[in-house]
């Protein structure tokens, strides 16, 4: 890689054919094939890691019909040779010369601005220098790009979130939808988030053919991260909770408890469960086959209160199983449950007949565990 720097370098020692009309900068680049991707419409782009001299970083995606002068060698770069291409925007073009071998390409490049586009954006207000209109150019924010947003209203947007804008997708017309959907002036933050997290208008009106007609747009974000759908709140007022809250359906969503989860315990007879019994249930892991595997060892009359206590302190049927083993079957769940919390496990039971402690009752166990240890240690 560092060859194939230092010969593009020796390239941009060359003299220009022609004064630069505007100050340029000069930098290395790096790029690997394996870094490219097609999106959904079919065009391929190029992902570009770029350095300044003064160290500073950037990374830039191109889509392979942008780089001009490649002609027929963009579907070969694995063994291009010396190239030069170039990207054009309207903030200033970049002209990259270096080579590509075995799918990996470095070289120099230099960003040339637009001097117009400088003296447009400076018009408007903002606040241009090298660095701010290489980024501008890297991301492709034009001047039409700029335009439209404002004419939507946003005439005071700074540079950075113009670029983000412009990463994430938040155009003219998507802000136009969101109006549509009923979300007039929304920050720029907020677009961005409904954007990265698919809170699209298209989401807001699904949701409010569901019944939820006007959240706000952290609402929206919550229910796409947690994947709380449409057809999720159908399905849970379905299953019988038709007033939950947009609250009330992330949590369920993050416990896991689903429709399905509620169907499989009410076939088990857990009828108009409370959702706070049902999210108890997810957190604590009480599961159709925790309770079907009880039932088998005898323990058929259990409540929600019962079952999440034995959960959380470890009284699992492999325990039930091996106390049976040692003589102690059918005890009482809440006497397993002190067996958990005071210590007496199969281990424990064996250590204690070991020590000349047989026959123990359940109440016999957990008080020794509880008064006897340090004292049997000794005996030994």
Known sequence: MKTLVVAAMLLFLAPDPAPQTAASQDGTWTA??????????????????????????????????DLEGLGAQGERWSSAGDITFHVRRDAGAVEFRGRFENGRGAGMYRFTPNAEYMTAMRKAGF???????????????????????????????DIDELV?????GVDADYIKAMREAGYDRVSVPDLVKTRIHGAT????????????ERLEIDDLVKMRIHGVTPEFIREMRDAGYRD???????????????????????????????????????IHGVTAEFVKELRQLGYT??????LVKMRIHGVTPQFIREMKELG?????????????????????????????????SADDLVDLSIHGRRWMRKRK
């Open 164 to 168: 983000r804008m412009r990463i994430h």
């Open 301 to 306: 009359t259990l409540g929600i209160d019962d």
């Open 201 to 212: 208008p298209r989401f807001i009106q699904d949701v409010k053919a569901a019944g939820f």
């Open 32 to 65: 690997r094939l394996q870094d490219s991707w097609t999106r959904n419409n079919g065009e391929r782009w190029v992902s570009f890691q770029l350095q300044e001299d003064d160290d500073r970083r950037y990374g830039m995606s191109i889509p392979l019909a």
């Open 244 to 282: 939950l809250s947009i609250e009330d359906l992330v949590k369920i969503r993050i416990h896991g408890a689903t429709p399905a989860f509620i169907k499989e315990m009410r076939a088990l007879g857990f009828k108009d469960l409370p959702l706070t019994d049902v999210v108890r249930m997810r």
């Open 328 to 360: 102690y079957g059918g005890v009482p769940s809440n006497r397993l449950v002190q067996f958990r919390i005071h210590g007496v496990s199969p281990e424990f039971v064996r250590e204690a007949r070991d020590a000349g402690y047989k026959d123990l």
């Open 127 to 157: 606040d241009i220098d090298s660095a701010r209109v290489f980024r501008l150019a890297l991301h492709d924010v034009s001047r039409t790009f700029v335009n439209d947003i404002q004419a939507q209203g946003y005439k005071t947007t």
